[in-house]
């Protein structure tokens, strides 16, 4: 929990500023007013609120970089508290903006709260993946998901218009983002360090193996995971790294490679053109708006729903079969939300609600969790902090790319026909993912590392 909560917080502050979208940008105007004497054009406040908007992932994409370097020289049970301290800040300071009639604290304020997100999103699984037994690394990892899909879906709720999605809430819809942190900060000072980190990076088999017994609650199961931890130790060949570090080391390219392209399979997926603009799609589809706003709370559902179901199916089918399966169906649903969009009449404005809910099930099957654990597994010790920043810098990045080029080019320039780009992309990840992505179910951090590193990269099904 004392992890997670840094997922949900990430989350929460994805979406929750564009609930409140008018209120805000009436806001922006009347404090320009007040500091300034001048009233703005309706598209100067529009692009204000952009920004502002931008902030958060512009923020995020910091947050990654620095997200490893603060994991190795703090270690991950300090770097989260750290994340918790600043996202803390950020919710303070968004609450504020209202009362000091101030927009520029606002934008500040999303800079602060993205930045944190961003940390979080690189050191909260590494956390996770080092604390969590072989045996339910994959499960305890989709909670990482589940906790953003929370905060996704909570955020949707408490930003209806007759919630706290008004004129007169909106300050507390994202104040109430500093009560997460808050909580995980408090939590965090009750957890172990992470044993890993403390037995390799800190060379601590006393504190390493407390750690361990507090986990697990048995000397034998300690023993026997202090012995796993030796043998990595003794195995790696890479000290700790830096990102420069480790893009030079070509023994660790296919790894990475793996890493990143997993990453990218989350984002180009499609999934944020229906999280951004889902209310846009039901409207379309023949739904009043007010109803639409609802609608979209279907879509919050069933993502907490389908990820809940993924934490058994994690550790028994593995991470390979359920991204296959997941990616598969998201082309299928994209291909059919294409047709559902050419064609007008109301049978297929109602096909394309039950495919675009459809293309959100396959994501919570494996898109949606897997390349957030993937690189935990993928890397050692010494490199893991550098790549797992160097994945989640990747994965801001294209989260930033799809939501500037749907609404302004795809959704323009191809209209009913947007998503065949992201069904293109689909079918890549699919024939990667197919080659490359070894199972890592059930397999040490170092079994896994060597399996990518003596393998020839793409040699494809030998990796299962």
């Not at 209120?23 to 922006?28: G, N």
């Not at 957890?191 to 000397?219: F, H, Q, T």
């Not at 699919?430 to 490359?436: E, K, M, N, T």
């Amino acid at each position: 929990l004392g992890a997670v909560l840094g997922m949900f917080y990430f989350g929460f502050n994805t979406g929750v500023i564009n609930a409140p979208q008018d209120s805000i940008e009436a806001f922006i105007n009347k404090s320009h007013q007040v500091h300034y004497d001048v009233v703005l054009e309706k598209s100067t406040i529009g692009t204000i609120f952009s920004i502002i908007v931008a902030m958060f992932v512009v923020g995020g994409m910091v947050g990654a970089m620095s997200g490893g370097l603060i994991a190795e020289k703090i270690g991950r049970k300090r770097g989260l508290i750290l994340c918790g301290t600043v996202g803390l800040i950020g919710g303070v300071l968004s609450a504020l903006s209202q009362p000091a009639d101030a927009w520029e604290l606002l934008l500040v304020a999303r800079l602060i709260v993205g930045f944190s997100s961003g940390l979080f999103t690189v050191v909260a699984p590494m956390y996770l993946s080092e604390i969590a037994p072989v045996k339910w690394r994959g499960g305890i990892g989709v909670v990482n998901q589940l906790a953003v899909t929370l905060g996704i879906f909570i955020s949707q709720i408490l930003g209806l218009d007759n919630v706290l999605g008004n004129a007169d809430n909106w300050p507390w819809l994202l104040g109430i983002t500093a009560f997460p942190p808050l909580a995980q900060v408090i939590i965090l000072f009750f957890c172990p360090r992470s044993p890993r980190y403390v037995y390799i990076s800190l060379e601590n088999a006393a504190d390493a193996r407390a750690g361990l017994y507090s986990l697990r609650g048995s000397d034998e199961e300690a023993d026997m995971e202090i012995k796993e931890i030796e043998a990595e130790k003794q195995a790696e060949s890479e000290p700790n790294m830096s990102l420069l570090d480790l893009l030079k080391s070509r023994t660790l390219w296919p790894a990475l490679t793996i890493g990143i392209v997993m990453h990218l399979s989350q984002q180009l997926s499609g999934i944020n053109a229906i999280f951004y603009y889902a209310v846009t799609f039901f409207i379309d589809a023949g739904i009043e708006k007010s109803d639409a706003k609802f609608a979209n709370l279907g879509v919050g559902a069933i993502m907490v729903v389908m990820t809940l179901v993924t934490v058994p199916l994690m550790d028994r089918l593995g991470r390979r079969v359920l991204h296959l399966v997941g990616l598969a169906g998201m082309l299928i649903m994209a291909i059919l939300i294409v047709i559902a969009a050419s064609i007008e009449s109301s049978g297929a404005q109602i096909f394309l609600i039950i495919v675009t809910l459809g293309f959100v099930v396959f994501f919570a099957v494996g898109p949606g969790s897997i390349p957030w654990m993937i690189t935990g597994e993928l890397f050692t010790q010494g490199p893991r902090g550098a790549a797992s920043s160097i994945c989640v810098l990747v994965n801001w990045s294209a989260n930033l790319l799809v939501s500037l080029l749907f609404p302004n080019v795809l959704v323009l320039e191809l209209k009913e026909y947007s998503f065949l780009p992201f069904a293109g992309c689909l079918l890549i990840f699919i024939v990667f993912v197919w080659l490359a992505l070894p199972e890592t179910k059930g397999k040490s951090v170092g079994e896994t590392s060597k399996l990518v590193q003596d393998k020839k990269f793409m040699s494809g099904r030998k990796y299962t």
